[in-house]
């Protein structure tokens, strides 16, 4: 298995993680509802701004990686 694929489903099971624990909150009424979705937004928010920077860093990463040994 691959570097990429090893990332990818730690990734995964990070995202599966917290939806299950959203969940269990939401189901046992530990946070109101207002709440779960304002955190929802934010971490959804979150990630997609540390998905933008990793999949910049590695591509820039890799392109630097070629350009050196070509």
């Known amino acids: ?12 099971a990070g995202v599966v993680l917290l939806a299950a624990l959203f969940v269990i909150a939401f189901a046992t ?3 109101s ?15 997609v701004t ?6 910049v860093a590695v591509f820039s990463g890799y392109f630097m990686l070629y350009s050196y040994f070509t």
């Open 50 to 55: 540390l998905t933008a920077f990793i999949v």
């Open 1 to 12: 298995m691959g570097i990429i694929n090893r990332f990818l489903l730690f990734i995964y």
């Open 29 to 31: 009424r530990a946070i």
């Open 33 to 47: 509802a207002d709440i779960l979705v304002n955190e929802v937004r934010f971490a959804l928010h979150q990630s």
